[in-house]
Every structure is written in C-alpha cells, then in structure tokens.
C-alpha cells in the first residue's frame, strides 16, 4: 500500500503508527517501497529492508539524503497522537523524534521533486539503533557502493531544524580489576576486586573533560561509566570488577587517540576496547556545506550524539544533520516533537533542492 | 537402607556420595533415620528433612550435639575419593569440609555411645547453606522448642579439629547512589549515579577494620563491598548504582551497631538493610565449656564465619564449633579433609561424651 503524501502532518502520524522497531522494518520498507515506485523520476534498488531512490538527471552535483526506518523500542508510546496548544501542535509517540518525522519530509519531498536542481539519492534503511554490524546504510555501502557516492549528504536526524556538524566519536572499553576468590568470612585470604575499581571512579570523578573547536564548531567531550559489574554470591569476595565506560570524543581525535586518553586515565588496569566508532569533522568548510546553509537559512551546531554522518565522513563524503526534533528526546518515552519543526526541515530542504 | 557406621572413613565417603544440595536433603535424612530408629537407646522425630535422636537416660546435663546434611552446589567434585600420601590420608570431594564428615562422627557416635554421661540430643538438620529463613535449625527451634533444650551444645562446622568460640556476626546492606539518567551522549543532561560511588570505594578501601577481644578471644572484623551493580545500557549515563557490602562484626557488638558502623561509613548514602545475624560470644567462662575443653585437649580459636552457634547463643544455650576440615576449604572446589581430623574429633567428643 502506498502512503499518502500529501499532509505531512498526516503521513508523519501514519509512518509512527507502523512499528518499526529494529530488525522489524519490513512493513515500513515496504510501503516507502511502494509509495516511491509509482514515481517514474526514481529509480530503484531494495536491499533488505533499505530502499534507496535515485533521480538521474544528468545533474553536476549529487546529494544524498538519508534516514533510518527504525526506533528503539515501543514504551507503550504508540499510536502517535497530535496534541492542540494555544501556539503550536506537538506530536507525541515512539519514533516523532528519531526520526519518523524526518522519514516524513524525505518520502514527501521524494514524491515531490521531479526536478531538483541536484541529483539526489534518497536512502531509507534499517537497524540503526542496534549494534553497528547490523546498520542498513553499512550493509549499503558493503552491497552497493555505487549507490552511495555523492558531493554532500544531509541526514535527517533529530536537530530541532537546525544545521548540526560532524559528530563526535565513540569509543566503549571494559575496565576490569582483578583480586584473588575468598570466602566472605575471611576476607583477608582473599583480594577483593571491587574495592580496586576505587581509583577508576576518582578518575572518572576528576577527570576534567575539554570542549574542542573543530571547523569553527565546539565539540563537548566526556567520559561516563554506564555500567558497573561485580561479585559472584554475597558471601564470596569477588576476584573481578569490571566497568563499561564511554568516552564520547571530539572529531579532531582518531579512535586510537580517543584508546590512548583512556588507557592513561586508568593506567594498571585491563582495558578491552567493545565498540569503537571514529567522529566525523563537520566540514562546513565546503562549497556544499555552504550553500546548504544559506539555503536552510540555519544556525548551524555541533552534534554531540554519534550518527552515521561518520559514514558518510568515512567515504569522503561531508555530511550534516539536519532533522525535525529534539535530539535530546530522542529514545525517551515522551518522545515528542513541534509540528513546526516538520514544516521548516521540509521548507528548507525544499528551498534547497529547488534553488529557490 | 542404615548406614554402616563400623567404619568412620568408609562411612564418611559413603555419607558424602548421598548428594544433598541444599533443598534435597531427603536421601540423606531418610539414611540418617533409618541408621538410628534401629538403636533402642535413641528417641526419634523426624521434621521435614531434620532428623532428632536423643537419649533419656536421665542425666543431670543434656547437651546437643548438632551438623548439617546439606552442602553448597557440587562442582564436579563427586564421588569423594580417598587419596593415600605418606603420612596421611585425605579425602577430597564436595562436603568432606562443611561437613559430611562431622555428621559421620555424630551418626557413628550416636549408634556407639549408649551410656553417656550426659543426655545427649543429636541433631541432623536441613538447609544451612541458603537462605536464613529456611534453615533447619531455625525451623526446629520453632516447630520443636522443647527439642533445642540443654546446657552446651556443640556445632560439628569444620575447625581443624580444634575448638572454636563463638561467632562473629554478620550484616549485609545495599548501599544506592542516585543520580538522573540521560543519553551518554549528553551526559551533562544527567547525573552519573556509578561515579558518585566513589566516595563509598574510598571508604571501604581507607576503613581500618579491628581486631576485637571478647571473653578471651580475638574477633578480627572486615568490612567488604561483595557485589556491585549499575547500568541500564551502554548509551544510557545510569541514574542508580549499588553496592553490596558485608560486614563480618566481633561479638561484643549487636546487629544494630553493626549497622550504624555503616550508617556513619556510608553516610550520604541510601542504606538498606538486607541481611542481618547477631554474633555469638564464645561463651568459654561456662562449667560445661571448660569441661569440654579439657576433655578434647584443644587450643581454643575464635570463629570468623557465622554459623548456628548464634542459634543456641540467642536461645542461651553456650555454644562451641569442633568439627573436622579446614574451615578455609569450606565450599572450595578442592574441598579436602586429612582422615586425621576425623579421628582427632571422634576420639576428643568420645572422652567428653564418656567421661573417660
């Protein structure tokens, strides 16, 4: 069934309203798949539950604009629902955020630009919000690389309509301490692993994390344990301690840079690096990125969270986020956004695509 | 089927190869039964998986001799088997230790002693090795209070055959940190509930735990955090983060100051109280402890662990370990007994026992 795109208001309700939770896009897929394929100006390709739709107009210049078709999952926030107030219209439910509303604007703005100043690459893919390996624009890039090329790429994450650059990387270890087993009775025959982690949190309590100017744009770094582990039985003194740290790193840092800071800061212990993910610089410093600026007519920010802008990044391709939504509601369950925002991502993409 | 009790080694590997995990007991307690409702000089009652035997010869002195049939979880560590080394004989398998073969000296001296000089009351029960509230012991106390009557009583928990006093008491609490979830990549949004256990680490890696003298004997005391537990995801900055601690506290202090040892310690923190056994005081100033003293020849030690001397304590009864195993091997997967220990500790409660 293809969607109706004629009220954005309309197919951005409609879109939440087909639960889309990672690894379950396949309805969602399919009616982009068939709203996008009555469209003689689009070619396209299907790759599992990513669907990509190419204008080929002989244009000089070609874009991508990307988005992903999956959300974390439901907390009893769907169906989405449109609430009236005195100045504005706030649309509430799983997905409004991250990013069915930026999914809204594409699949519209695909149906309606016949004849864009730009070739344009529209991509809608899947498993976003899981584990890296399993990310649809990756496997795109793995699967056809040919589709993935282009001067500039806009993704629609959550910016509150703002231009929002590059991305900081990401890397998570594991930092264990070891001790030795005993019985809680008689701890002294044993070496207890907990307590050691006792240097670890003062350096993460006093770390002094920096915020970095990169192509004229600060990046706030910072360092968080987000899980602790410990202990076997409460009667046992544990031999092992281990807590997950994320330590979200401005773009002008390698990934291995980003490893060195961690293993000084908590030098003694075992570090294993579990997930690891380069920044993206925000490359405003390009004609592409420039005139998608005047165009929008935005202010333009750093983007804290890792997004698959670093993908583009990694393929030379300089990328920006811009999206309807709050970034910081994003995956929380009163995940919510303005109505307004879909109406300025929609008019300044519009305007930019158009040269108008 | 009865047990034959002739031989105390053969009976000791036989009673450990009954396996009797805490909660199935019932193998184990029906041998037990069996073994003893053939001996005319005993009275019986069985509850649950407890099996009482007592004499009524009517004796001016009743003590209570009492073990546990139940073991911790085997790890790969049955059948017992008996290893043969120059100048001794040891048996390793689950249970050897704590303490299979303290109820085979029991079971072998409850069938041979039929003339004490003392009523004896010897008690086999269920369910040390979890949780408090289903303790077999306990259960006997409230079932059969008229049964857990006498003048001294002797607890067969493994102390290298030598007498231990008393008991150091036990506390367990949960000690919570609070702080305000965010998305790590805005940790500055939130509040890291896992770095302010910091100050809590500190405090357990600075307390200076003391070594105590009650009624002659030397308590050593420990404070340990024995599990720890935060985090809700990697990308989610945890707004709860707990420690588990135990504290192992001499006897001359109560439950509640024991607790509010860790109030003052952990003070900031939310403190809640999950597990709590009173101490027991070694109790060595009685007539009847000093008799059983000299009668096994013993040095007296104090003990770390907590066991249900506490339950005789609390009910007045003065109260010894004297068992044989390394009480430091107890739930050890290399779990092992010297045959030594076995005899030390027949002959020693057999010359008390007999008068001779």
């Not at 639960?19 to 709203?35: F, H, K, W, Y």
């Not at 670890?200 to 100017?213: D, I």
């Not at 997950?244 to 961690?262: C, D, I």
Request: net charge negative; charged share 20%.
């Amino acid at each position: 069934m293809a969607l109706d795109t004629s009220n954005l208001v309309e197919l951005t309700i409609a879109i939440c309203n087909i639960e889309s939770v990672s690894g379950n896009e396949d309805a969602l897929a399919d009616q982009v798949q068939q709203t996008l394929q009555a469209q003689s100006h689009l070619t396209l390709v299907r790759d599992g539950n990513a669907v990509v739709a190419s204008t080929n107009l002989g244009r000089q210049t070609r874009v991508i604009i990307a988005g992903h078709l999956d959300t974390v999952p439901v907390a009893n926030n769907l169906p989405a629902t449109l609430h009236h107030f005195e100045r504005e219209q706030v649309m509430v439910g799983r997905g409004t955020v991250d990013m069915k509303a930026g999914i809204a604007v594409m699949l519209k703005l695909a149906v309606e630009l016949k004849s864009p100043i730009f070739d344009i690459t529209w991509v809608f893919y899947d498993n976003e919000e899981v584990a890296s390996n399993l990310n649809g624009l990756g496997r795109l890039v793995r699967n056809h690389p040919e589709l993935i090329q282009g001067d500039f790429a806009v993704l629609c994450e959550p910016t509150s309509a703002l231009v929002e650059g590059g991305c900081n990387g990401t890397i998570r270890v594991e930092v264990t301490a070891k001790g030795k087993k005993a019985h809680s009775a008689r701890p002294w025959m044993g070496d207890n692993a907990i307590h050691k982690l006792a240097p670890a949190l003062n350096a993460l309590s006093e770390v002094v994390t920096e915020t970095v100017e990169v192509d004229g744009l600060e990046y706030r770094e910072s360092i968080n344990a987000v899980l602790a582990s410990a202990g076997i039985a409460t009667n046992v003194i544990p031999d092992l301690a281990t807590l997950t740290v994320n330590y979200r790193f401005a773009p002008n840092k390698s990934g291995s840079e980003a490893e060195a800071v961690l293993r000084r800061l908590f030098d003694g212990y075992e570090l294993v690096v579990t997930d690891l993910a380069e920044g993206a610089r925000p490359g405003l410093n390009t004609e592409a990125a420039a005139a998608f600026i005047a165009a929008t007519n935005s202010d333009v920010r750093p983007k804290y969270g890792w997004t698959d802008v670093a993908r583009f990044s990694a393929l030379g391709i300089p990328a920006v986020n811009y999206g309807p939504g709050d970034p910081s509601l994003a995956h929380a369950d009163n995940e919510n956004v303005p109505v307004g925002h879909l109406f300025d991502c929609e008019a300044g993409l519009r305007n930019w695509l158009s040269g108008s």
